[in-house]
């Protein structure tokens, strides 16, 4: 069981950076390839307010929350903005911009080097249902659940939510009704940047915290996004849990060098079978 901890662990880790890619594909139909690398500023923020600082955890939380949206908000002005509704999908390219030059603000900052973080509420390991966890992986992994239903109900349940899907389907049509499709995607994308500037400072204590995890969060959410399916979060939150697990499960009895034939393996079994996702809706779409 402890086995089985570790993968939801590193699968609710997974499971947050997807949902965060999600909320501006289900809200506007824009694919932000930078926001793993923004949670990994987070990631740097938070050592920075607890450590260097020592600053209060909320604190942290909240200036972590609110310079990662901030950087989202400019990144919409600077790389998306001008290139919405671009049929060669330019806005792939000038995010892949934005996640290199957030590679550089942390180079210069905090230089090359990985560093540590313990978690603030406790490294002291424990038993639950037969497995032993430190609580940083109980914390994530709650943090992940509450944080996909919510997404999902908001997104299901609420005139945002359902504006947002409105836009992503037709967006002249939602135009016509009056639905400001501009700033669902403004607000979508620096909502996804402020949760993922928050949610870091608890994943700070999980991974070990270098400019490179970018790119490997970008890939593993990208995965649980596809496919769980574009426009769904509880399709995200349970295919990065599942990822996780696979990647946990088969890398202990299989070898470490399975882990990701297994898993993109599995992703395209799921795009042949089901092309939308487990849970996706069919009509979602990048602009």
Not at 143 to 151: N, Q, S
Not at 223 to 245: E, K, P, Q
């Amino acid at each position: 069981m402890t086995i089985v901890w570790a993968g939801l662990a590193v699968g609710a880790v997974y499971a947050i950076v997807a949902l965060t890619m999600n909320l501006p594909l289900a809200q506007s139909g824009v694919f932000n390839i930078a926001q793993g690398q923004i949670l990994v500023l987070g990631l740097y923020l938070s050592y920075a307010g607890l450590v260097t600082f020592d600053l209060p955890w909320p604190v942290v939380i909240v200036g972590s929350a609110l310079i990662c949206g901030a950087f989202a908000l400019v990144e919409d002005f600077v790389a998306i903005r001008p290139l919405v509704g671009d049929e060669n999908h330019g806005t792939l390219v000038t995010t892949i911009g934005a996640l290199t030059i957030i590679q550089g603000v942390i180079l210069v900052v905090w230089g090359p080097d990985p560093i540590g973080l313990e978690f603030f509420g406790g490294t002291e390991p424990f038993s639950l249902l037969g497995g032993r966890l430190v609580p940083v992986d109980l914390v994530v992994i709650i943090l992940a659940i509450v944080l996909g239903l919510t997404l999902q109900v908001v997104s299901s349940r609420t005139r945002w939510g359902l504006s947002g899907r409105a836009a992503t389907e037709d967006a002249d049509a939602a135009k016509v009704r009056g639905i400001n499709v501009p700033l669902l995607r403004v607000g979508s994308l620096t909502l996804a940047g402020a949760i993922a500037g928050a949610a870091a400072v608890v994943i700070a204590a999980k991974l070990s915290i270098a400019n490179e995890a970018g790119l490997h969060l970008m890939i593993y959410g990208f995965v649980a996004l596809i496919i769980g399916g574009v426009g769904s979060f509880g399709g995200s939150l349970v295919a990065g849990l599942a990822v996780g697990l696979v990647d946990s499960l088969s890398a202990r009895y299989l070898g470490s060098q399975y882990s990701s034939v297994l898993i993109f393996a599995i992703l395209m079994t799921v795009l042949l079978v089901k092309p939308s996702g487990v849970f996706g809706r069919a009509s979602a779409r990048l602009v």
